[in-house]
């Protein structure tokens, strides 16, 4: 007898193959048959007209933290992710030094905009080595299945202490422990390296991140550490030194290529039309290509929609946070500041007022801040409310640039009393990277490349600006059903969500739908499949705040066989696991 079967489905098997109308048998955690089912089952789930997809793999989230307080993975559970990865961009919580702990929380509060009170008070630490974390999240219930990589500002912070925070280049000997830390780890069951190399992250004080400037020399004795394993992966985020100087693009992406050449393993790198340096991502596309075809592993992370910021009065970033007249409010409760900001005197102060300089020593707000602001009247071009029903590929004339000529004020007046109506909960999207031409078409070009990965979801991480974690269901109705043109056939979609992370990872037993495979589904009702508006919710640990951006249509989301989410709720069921790799698999 079958444990669960799902009848008359449309099948969009993660392949890439056609959809087709089948049953799915599931027993014991499996699926055992495809096809016309008549074995009995205890539970028969009837489902004509849904999709029945392999549950999602979210290859980039920064769940470090999370994992160790909440169950669920909120809110990728809201979005068919069933298996996810963390430790991405350099940045997590191990290894640490007794007593170290306050160093990687200030690191991940300004890389990851993820509150310092909210990890301060909701990490349940307990470790010291990669190896006992790993221990630590396994012994935890768990909704979702999840891998952790390696990060290398850890690594470097537990090895070199005060000497990796200055950025003091590693010694043979350094290395040469670091490595040993890393290769312990990944006989241990990690899935990986990461690293980051990039200007717009900084520690909540405002300096550079530990591995930023690793050398050459670091970097290659750390990819050692994979020699002679077959398993794991290296991820990269750089930003190839484009506001410094945008010249030593190659000598950055020759790092890239020694690093990748050194591991012997897939390499997956951030994949963004930047602003300022929009014809970068071409280059990059360029070199990877180049480098496939000498046998190099290497793969991009590429996003779903605009990778952007949401604006609001209480979002971690609006454009006058850093307005002297606004500061003054600023402790204020929304409803309150809002209302004060209506005052006409008060409005006219503001507004006349130059902002004070954001990024710098003492605060992890990238320089790329206080270039934007300058260039409000500019941007102001792709910067559009936010509705119920989030659009996120508006056009010019949705745009505040157009609102403010309809009404004949300036430009920053207008965002002024848009921010301020009301209750003051009203939000701005303003995607930074992937819309320089006013429209997604450069991102279905990026979703088109061979070597493209569904990545940069950034899920848990950016919370009082972002809820990326819905990268899944974006793609699946803007890219396959609402976008009026240049749609993509939602097979090659549900393979880039499932089959082709799993690839990635080396998980041979998830990511499609076959006998024999893991029961990880999802059950959708694609006529009502769709994003709500994201929500500032306050309740992570010490009362954080973090947007969380929920769906409609999901009817049921598997994990082993069992549903972790029934019409959008979650359920008790904690079937997720930690994954190892390698020798320690299963």
């Known amino acids: ?174 290395i040469a422990e670091m490595r040993q830390l890393l290769r312990e780890a990944l006989q241990a069951g990690a899935a990986g390296f990461t690293t980051g190399r990039t200007d717009n992250h900084r520690t909540a004080e405002g300096r550079e991140t530990p591995a930023s400037e690793a050398s050459a020399a670091e970097l290659e004795g750390l990819a050692r550490a994979f020699q002679g394993l077959q398993h794991g992966v290296v991820q990269v985020v750089s930003d190839f030194d484009l506001l410094r100087d945008a010249g030593r693009f190659h000598a950055e992406f020759d790092l890239v290529e020694q690093l990748a050449r050194a591991a012997g393993r897939p390499l997956s790198m951030t994949w963004l039309q930047r602003d300022p340096g929009g014809e970068q991502y071409e280059a990059i596309q360029a070199r990877v290509e180049a480098a496939v075809t000498r046998g190099l592993p290497l793969y991009l992370q590429t996003a779903a929609r605009g990778v952007g910021v949401l604006l609001g009065l209480d979002a971690s970033f609006h454009p006058f946070i850093g307005f002297p007249g ?166 090659r979609l549900v393979e880039m969500l499932s089959a082709r992370n799993a690839r990635y990872l080396g998980l041979t037993d998830r990511g499609v739908i076959a006998p024999g495979m893991r029961a990880d589904l999802n059950v959708m009702d694609p006529s009502r499949l769709g994003l709500r508006s994201p929500e500032l919710r306050y309740d992570l640990p010490a009362g954080g705040k973090r947007f969380v951006q929920t769906a409609e249509g999901y009817l049921a989301t598997f994990v082993a066989g069992r549903a972790v989410q029934r019409d959008g709720v979650i359920t008790d069921e904690r079937p997720g696991r930690l994954v190892r790799l390698g020798s320690r698999a299963g």
């Open 326 to 491: 606004y500061k003054e409010l600023a402790g204020l409760p929304r409803a309150e500041r809002a209302a004060a900001l209506r005052d006409p005197s008060r409005r006219a102060r503001i507004l006349s007022e130059k902002p004070e300089r954001l990024a710098g020593d003492g605060t992890p707000i990238p320089p790329l801040v206080d270039i934007l602001l300058q260039r409000i009247e500019l941007i102001s071009a792709r910067m559009f409310p936010l509705g119920a029903r989030p659009n996120y590929e508006p056009t010019l004339a949705d745009s505040f640039l157009v609102r403010a000529k309809r009404s004949g004020q300036p430009v920053l007046a207008t965002l002024y009393d848009y921010l301020c109506e009301g209750d003051g909960s009203s939000l701005i999207y303003f995607p930074i990277f992937n819309y320089n031409g006013g429209s997604l078409d450069v991102v279905r070009r990026m979703l088109e490349h061979p070597r493209a990965l569904a990545g940069l979801s950034d899920a848990g991480a950016h919370v009082g600006t972002v809820c990326d974690a819905s990268f899944s269901t974006f793609m699946l109705t803007w890219w396959s059903r609402d976008r009026e043109r240049e749609r993509l056939p939602v097979e």
């Open 1 to 174: 007898m079958l444990d669960l079967l799902l009848e008359g489905g449309t099948v969009v098997d993660g392949s890439g193959a056609a959809p087709r109308t089948a049953d799915v048998g599931i027993r014991d955690g499996r699926i055992v048959e495809v096809g016309r089912i008549t074995e009995p089952a205890r539970e028969r789930l009837h489902v004509p007209g849904a999709w029945v997809t392999p549950g999602f793999v979210d290859i980039h989230t920064h769940y470090d933290g999370q994992a160790t307080w909440d169950e669920t993975f909120s809110p990728s559970i809201h979005h068919g992710v069933t298996t996810l990865m963390m430790g991405n961009c350099g940045v997590g919580f191990a290894p640490v030094r007794p007593n170290g702990q306050e160093r990687l929380i200030r690191l991940m509060e300004g890389v990851e905009d993820i509150p310092g009170t909210a990890l301060a008070e909701g990490i349940r630490w307990g470790w010291e080595g990669f190896p006992r974390y790993m221990d630590a999240l396994a012994a935890m219930p768990h909704s979702l299945d999840f891998l952790v990589q390696v990060p290398h500002d850890p690594l470097r912070i537990y090895v070199m202490g005060e000497r990796a925070e200055a950025n003091q280049a590693a010694t043979p000997e350094d």
